[in-house]
């Protein structure tokens, strides 16, 4: 089979990095026995399109996709699988992938830690104003109203989690102990449990100090967080997302951040990736965003690539895959999180 990689460029020295063209998490050493024909793509995306008429299987990172497209699906006669690694399958056009019968799948919970880690390290960046403050120990400044004027705890605030998932449950998990009242709204899990409220959307976004973001991109959470969401929340609240960057409107956020409606943002996913140099969110007042790595430690790297070994053995051995991992499989869209609404 031929199988298609598509990994971010690296540089000589950077050696503990597992997703990278050199790297490759493993997957030359991997194959190397098999009659299996592997191609990692040197140029990015640009190079994907010369090897979609005869390739079989597909991998890629949500940190640095290969987007595929419904019309790169339908000039892709052979594909039968296209494999995320990571978590976060939204870079595959799912109903085209359903209706050609490609499967997707991906390294569910490999990287669920490091993201909740990364979201209450954002929750707590943009509450106490740290990028003022970084920024004035870089330049040189000591303006210790300009920084004060807008530092907060984390305490004692409401936190609204949106999409109470694997990885919005361990956020909850995570904020605890922090003191602060946690809620969440997700149309699948309406349940209370000991560490949050379940609520309606509606009064997450108006009684939340801050929101963070967990639910995948679907149509029903695509551009969501628009001007009229963004303008119910309340006046001078927090939003990060880590999810996926188009689940909030991009000029719309801006807006709300310049006026103060919204008076921090920080996660690190954009549209698309990777975000162009003059993206309007790198230079947004009061962000803390970073590029697409809070899923990408060390420890979620190791994760993905024995999740990654481990669904091509299922392949080639026609072992079925763990449940978990399957989003399209038998020509429809299996996992409930991407068909919630
Ligand atoms: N930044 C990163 O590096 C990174 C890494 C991993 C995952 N992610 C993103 O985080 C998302 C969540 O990951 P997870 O492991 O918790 O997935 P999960 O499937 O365990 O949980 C997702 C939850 O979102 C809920 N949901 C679906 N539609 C919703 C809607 N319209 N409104 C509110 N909630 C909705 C689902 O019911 C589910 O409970 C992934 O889909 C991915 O996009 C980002």
Redesign the pocket.
Known sequence: MKIVALFPETDEGLDNQLLNTDKAIGLREFLKDSDHELVILKNGEEDLDKHLSDMDIVISA??YPAYMTKERIEKAPNLKLAITA?????HVDLDAASKHDVGVVEV?????V??AE?AVMDLLIVLRNFMEGHRQSVEGEWDLSKVGNQARELQNKTIGI?????????VAERLKPFNVTIQH?????QKDNENSKFVE?EELVKTSDAIT??????P??DN?FDEDVLSKMKKGSYLVN???GKIVNTQALVDAVNSGQIQGYA???WYPQPAPADHPWRTMPRNGMTI?????TLE?QKRIEDGVKDILNRFFNNEAFQDKDVIVSSGKIS????T??
């Open positions: 949500p940190f990571g978590v976060g399958s939204d569910t919970g490999s990287n669920t490091s993201v990364h949106f999409g109470f998932g694997r990885i919005g449950q361990l709204y997700d149309p699948i899990n959307f973001i967990h639910a995948p991109l679907t029903s959470t969501l880590t999810a996926r996660g690190d996913v697409h790595y809070s899923g990408m979620s996992s409930s999180s991407y919630a609404k």
